[in-house]
T-cell receptor, first 111, second 112 residues
Framework: DAKTTQPPSMDCAEGRAANLPCNHS???????VYWYRQIHSQGPQYIIH???NNETNEMASLIITEDRKSSTLILPHATLRDTAVYYC????????????FGTGTRLQVFP | EAQVTQNPRYLITVTGKKLTVTCSQN?????MSWYRQDPGLGLRQIYY???????DKGDVPEGYKVSRKEKRNFPLILESPSPNQTSLYFC???????????FGPGTRLTVT
């Protein structure tokens, strides 16, 4: 698994875009980047994943740099309900079921 | 509704009293796993199962047992709980060709 590094906390105003960075400088060519979030003490929730192209779904966008050493999760219009801990994970390509959660980024959305 | 359920959601017990936390999924997923979450340590995998009758240790298996007799169920067994097993436990499942893991709501266990 590639080691990922995220800032411990971030703030974002409601309605603004939240941009959460993640460094994964040791990622290999076939390791995907996954994002999950955990609201309070609920079960983690899958958000999005990508390999090298930018990805977008109904929840968020994922921007991966060309060298794949970092990525940014974008919540385009953050709401109070987006307040959570966000985890960036890069599991081994042959063991994508084993997710190693670090400490993530605690995003606080304020009114 | 696709979901992973866990029971009980909250449990307070005493040292040495055997307990089982149940986990069930209704998505016909092959893969299931158990995690524990402790402050400052993130989520750590306890055991996982690739399919019926196939289980393997995760990163912190000591003091736990699991079984996978049916595809939908993956119970976590603590034969002799100790206070250091006080934690928040999550069950998760995913399909073999899927990227998304689905997590249960969690079981908060306190061992006194």
């Amino acid at each position: 698994d590639a080691k990922t590094t995220q800032p411990p906390s971030m703030d974002c105003a409601e309605g603004r875009a939240a941009n959460l960075p993640c460094n994964h400088s040791t990622i290999s060519g076939n390791e995907y980047v996954y994002w999950y979030r955990q609201i309070h003490s609920q079960g983690p929730q899958y958000i999005i994943h990508g390999l090298k192209n930018n990805e977008t779904n109904e929840m968020a966008s994922l921007i991966i740099t060309e060298d794949r050493k970092s990525s940014t999760l974008i919540l385009p219009h953050a709401t109070l309900r987006d307040t959570a801990v966000y985890y960036c994970i890069a599991p081994h390509p042959y063991n994508t079921d084993k997710l190693i959660f670090g400490t993530g980024t605690r995003l606080q959305v304020f009114p | 509704e696709a979901q992973v359920t866990q029971n009980p959601r909250y449990l307070i017990t005493v040292t040495g009293k055997k307990l089982t936390v149940t986990c069930s999924q209704n998505m016909n997923h092959e893969y299931m796993s158990w995690y524990r979450q402790d402050p400052g340590l993130g989520l750590r995998q306890i055991y996982y199962s690739m399919n019926v009758e196939v289980t393997d240790k995760g990163d912190v298996p000591e003091g736990y047992k699991v079984s996978r007799k049916e595809k939908r169920n993956f119970p976590l067994i603590l034969e002799s709980p100790s206070p250091n097993q006080t934690s928040l436990y999550f069950c998760a499942s995913s399909s073999q060709d899927g990227y998304e893991q689905y997590f249960g709501p969690g079981t908060r266990l306190t061992v006194t």
